[in-house]
T-cell receptor
Framework: DSGVTQTPKHLITATGQRVTLRCSPR?????VYWYQQSLDQGLQFLIQ???????AKGNILERFSAQQFPDLHSELNLSSLELGDSALYFC?????????????FGPGTRLLVL | QKEVEQDPGPLSVPEGAIVSLNCTYS??????FMWYRQYSRKGPELLMY????GNKEDGRFTAQVDKSSKYISLFIRDSQPSDSATYLC????????????FGTGTKLQVIP
């Protein structure tokens, strides 16, 4: 158990809908990362937050947005969902978000868009 | 061309074999190199982390970085069925908050 929690574990929704994925980092970790993992694209970095502020942006679509709240939990919002958004979404956390620091991954949220 | 290339496998080896997993990359600015292990339907877990070139050993695992060839390797000695998983290489540049770039992963099966 990494100490990172993600809810929900599974999510089934329809195209065009909007969903929110939630992540609670390990106690003491200030940085949160979001990743998308699909069969064809592998693991893709989406976005990083540190203590409430966006720090790095990867391959995140404009239909997706995220934020980190004062209590350090984070939410990833996915809107206008498409079939291709079906994937496993991971959250990870680390203490400082510094380069090379170990990131601890949560169990993931499996999203299925029908 | 992808920044990080990794053979997807699958790679099947008998128990006790030495396993060699490899990644090549194109960005010469990469300084931090990592290997993750991911069991089916689970999140990745960090196995090894190295900075710049050289070798690092941890138990049955050895990570090797050759920056001149832009090539990194993970060796697993005395492989066990419990090593069966997907192994992802990952790397990032130095200089601040930067994203980590992952390889697509190599699926390993260790046969008893």
């Amino acid at each position: 158990d990494s100490g990172v929690t993600q809810t929900p574990k599974h999510l089934i929704t329809a195209t065009g809908q909007r969903v929110t994925l939630r992540c609670s980092p390990r106690s003491g970790d200030l940085s949160v990362y979001w990743y998308q993992q699909s069969l064809d694209q592998g693991l893709q970095f989406l976005i990083q937050y540190y203590n409430g502020e966006e720090r790095a942006k990867g391959n995140i679509l404009e239909r997706f947005s995220a934020q980190q709240f004062p209590d350090l939990h984070s939410e990833l919002n996915l809107s206008s969902l498409e079939l291709g958004d079906s994937a496993l979404y991971f959250c990870a956390s680390s203490v400082t978000g510094d380069l090379g620091e170990t990131q601890y991954f949560g169990p993931g949220t499996r999203l299925l868009v029908l | 061309q992808k920044e990080v290339e990794q053979d997807p496998g699958p790679l099947s080896v008998p128990e006790g074999a030495i396993v060699s997993l490899n990644c090549t990359y194109s960005n010469s600015a990469f300084q931090y190199f990592m290997w993750y292990r991911q069991y089916s339907r689970k999140g990745p877990e960090l196995l090894m982390y190295t900075y710049s070139s050289g070798n690092k050993e941890d138990g049955r695992f050895t990570a090797q970085v050759d920056k001149s060839s832009k090539y990194i390797s993970l060796f697993i000695r005395d492989s066990q069925p419990s090593d069966s998983a997907t192994y992802l290489c990952a790397m990032s540049v130095a200089g601040g908050y930067q994203k980590v770039t992952f390889g697509t992963g190599t699926k390993l099966q260790v046969i008893p």
